[in-house]
């Protein structure tokens, strides 16, 4: 029975190393087989199928996070919440498996989900977000839990794409985490008054008015990857949801690849060039900040097939950049690039000398993703979703350091 147990801890370990830099769904039993040194048949004497082995990969994930979160409720109750973040970091920072896993092993973007268990079982940490009915408690306080978490998880993200670092460089960097958190949580100042608001607001709203419908053919691709997730698309199983025979879908594609990039780089595109055209409609940093986060969260919150889209985006840019910069269209992606650049990121490397510029950037386009996400799981109105992202720009805009100073000087 040991040597039974053994040979099982084997591969569930085995599992977890290829996590580092690997989604679930793509590594094979072979492949684990491998690493293990055993036959693949030896795997099923210990898992009856891939999905059970899955199971436990997600109890393995939920008992090592639970252990990590046991101890932050400690520092937590001590009311140590820079250590907390601290704890939480370097946790990310050493588990790259568990972060993989939460983020691209999932078909769901948000991460409120995956939060109730530990609510249930007792974390305390959470407690101030949710009640006993997992329900929103204080959208206010829910709004900077949104920004910590999404801070957390793409810095953290951005460090594991940093080559030859060192210990001393990770210090510099988890310095700068800690200052962009401090200073956008704590940042109360209101930035816009209601008229600026109201004035950006219809900016955004006038330049969406007039999107086309979204392709039937992009409708279907959603449904589907909502069932069984990216990994698992087939050019067939959207053709019988299209009602169609799947000959007739390889009239337009050739496969696979083709189906996912021809359908979804055209949607992304007229987004960020809506984005763009608006942004050069204002002129400080800070309209031009908002304008961002407003375009990007009306779009998704009004095509909101679109959303699963994004995990595919997320897919891509982890584990095949080549081939996710092909779906961004050069010309936009550097015209926007430059937008950012010279207003909302120009300070960035004067204050933060650990941070690209772009990875600034990807940071803040995150945002509206998850908002909307969540905000579709807990049903907010309108003005709660208002309410909510005007509390995250605030935040960013803290974080980066942003203020009507700078507004008032634009791009100068």
């Known amino acids: 029975m040991s040597e039974e147990l053994s040979t099982k801890e084997k591969i569930i370990q085995a599992t977890f190393s290829l996590l580092k830099s690997n989604s679930l769904s793509s590594i094979s039993l072979s492949r684990i087989a491998k690493e293990v040194c055993i036959s693949k048949t030896a ?38 919440y820079k250590e907390c973040v601290i704890s939480a970091l370097r946790f990310l920072k050493e ?3 568990i972060l993989n896993y939460g983020l691209f092993s999932s078909p769901d973007v948000g991460e409120d989900k995956r ?110 990857v909502a069932k069984v997730g990216f990994p698992n698309v087939t050019v067939e ?25 021809s359908l979804i780089a ?16 204002v002129q400080s940093p800070l309209e031009k900040l908002y304008i961002l986060l407003k375009t990007e969260t009306i779009y998704f919150n009004t095509r909101k097939k679109m959303l699963t889209a994004c995990k ?36 960035i490397k004067g204050l933060y000398s650990c941070f690209d510029p772009n990875l600034i950037g990807g940071w803040i386009f995150s945002f509206p993703v998850f908002l909307v996400v969540n905000a579709i799981h807990h049903e907010f109105s309108e003005i709660e979703l208002n309410d909510s992202l ?13 203020n009507k100073n700078i507004a008032k000087e634009g791009n100068d």
């Open 95 to 97: 588990h790259p498996e």
């Open 266 to 281: 055209p949607e992304i595109n007229m987004m960020l060039s809506t984005v763009l055209q608006n942004m050069t409609q």
């Open 115 to 224: 939060l109730y268990r530990y609510c249930d079982e007792g974390v305390c940490i959470f407690s101030p977000f949710f009640d006993e009915n997992h329900k929103i408690k204080n959208y206010s306080l829910y709004s900077k839990g949104l920004f910590v978490g999404v801070t957390l998880i793409d810095f953290i993200l951005g460090w594991f794409r940093i080559a030859d670092t060192s210990e001393a460089d990770y210090e510099v960097y988890e310095k700068s985490i800690l200052s962009i958190l401090r200073d956008g949580t704590n940042c109360s100042n209101e930035l816009f008054t209601k008229a600026d608001f109201a004035h950006l607001d219809t900016i955004c709203l006038e330049s969406l008015a007039t999107l086309p419908q979204l392709d039937k053919k992009l409708e279907a691709l959603a449904s589907v």
């Open 312 to 347: 595919w985006i997320q897919l891509e840019g982890n584990y095949n950049r080549e081939r996710f910069e092909k779906i961004v269209d050069e010309d936009i992606s550097h015209r926007l690039g430059e937008e950012i650049g010279k207003s909302i990121t120009k300070y």
């Open 43 to 80: 795997i099923y004497r210990h898992f009856k199928s891939k999905e059970d082995l899955e199971v436990a990969i997600h109890e393995r994930v939920f008992k090592t996070l639970y252990s990590n979160m046991k101890e932050i409720d400690v520092l937590y109750r001590e009311k140590k």
């Open 237 to 261: 199983a959207v053709a019988t949801e299209l009602g169609m025979v799947k000959s007739s879908l390889y009239t337009w594609f050739s496969d696979k690849q083709q189906m996912l990039t």
């Open 390 to 402: 005007r509390s995250l720009f605030n935040m960013i805009a803290g974080g980066l350091k942003l």
